[in-house]
T-cell receptor
Framework: GDSVTQMEGPVTLSEEAFLTINCTYT??????LFWYVQYPGEGLQLLLK?????DKGSNKGFEATYRKETTSFHLEKGSVQVSDSAVYFC?????????????FGAGTQVVVTP | EAQVTQNPRYLITVTGKKLTVTCSQN?????MSWYRQDPGLGLRQIYY???????DKGDVPEGYKVSRKEKRNFPLILESPSPNQTSLYFC?????????????FGSGTRLTVV
């Protein structure tokens, strides 16, 4: 079945450092890929998405490119801020196996220090 | 404001005492779903609904019930709560079931069963 694997955390960075969170997926068909962010005490918020191969999603300085050849959707930000401290979830929504069902990664906690 | 509203945010209850967590969305979304989030286990789907009067089990449905009598509401019912249902619960909705549609999440309900 469809699945998502993302790097374990916590990831600890200094302010203005470069952030990468790796995400790879297994799916049949042509899933859509998402990154969600969860700030402390809150629900998950959609950060960005990509619906087809080579699409780049971007929002709030974060970017991720849908790479079908490497089945990856890595999240990047060039210069993080303390306010980016949160848990980040990679997710896919499938088109064939368990059609329309979301699969979430385990989440990666990011801690940004001043 | 487009949102998913869950109530209550926090609930402490005793084993066996029936409870309902409400979920309401104002976006005319067809698809609604309940998840529980537990440390180390990520997000697990409890139940989902593709439209009014259409519900189905997710990955961890045991001990839960749902109903979808109106498009906007999707309550989660615990008929006889047990301590292993202590968790953080999220309701989510999307416009449709298809792969291109992302979720909007509620703010969560932290349930403790003693």
């Amino acid at each position: 079945g469809d699945s998502v694997t993302q790097m374990e955390g916590p990831v600890t960075l200094s302010e203005e450092a470069f952030l990468t969170i790796n995400c790879t997926y297994t799916a049949t068909g042509y899933p859509s890929l998402f990154w969600y962010v969860q700030y402390p005490g809150e629900g998950l918020q959609l950060l960005l998405k990509a619906t087809k191969a080579d699409d780049k999603g971007s929002n709030k300085g974060f970017e991720a490119t849908y790479r079908k050849e490497t089945t990856s959707f890595h999240l990047e930000k060039g210069s993080v801020q303390v306010s980016d401290s949160a848990v980040y979830f990679c997710a896919l929504r499938g088109t064939t196996d368990s059609w329309g069902k979301f699969q979430f990664g385990a989440g990666t906690q990011v801690v940004v220090t001043p | 404001e487009a949102q998913v509203t869950q109530n209550p945010r926090y609930l402490i209850t005793v084993t066996g005492k029936k409870l309902t967590v409400t979920c309401s969305q104002n976006m005319n979304h067809e698809y609604m779903s309940w998840y529980r989030q537990d440390p180390g286990l990520g997000l697990r789907q409890i139940y989902y609904s593709m439209n009014v009067e259409v519900t189905d089990k997710g990955d961890v449905p045991e001990g839960y019930k749902v109903s979808r009598k109106e498009k906007r509401n999707f309550p989660l019912i615990l008929e006889s709560p047990s301590p292993n249902q202590t968790s953080l619960y999220f309701c989510a909705s999307s416009l449709k079931q298809g792969a291109n549609y992302g979720y909007t999440f509620g703010s969560g309900t932290r349930l403790t069963v003693v």
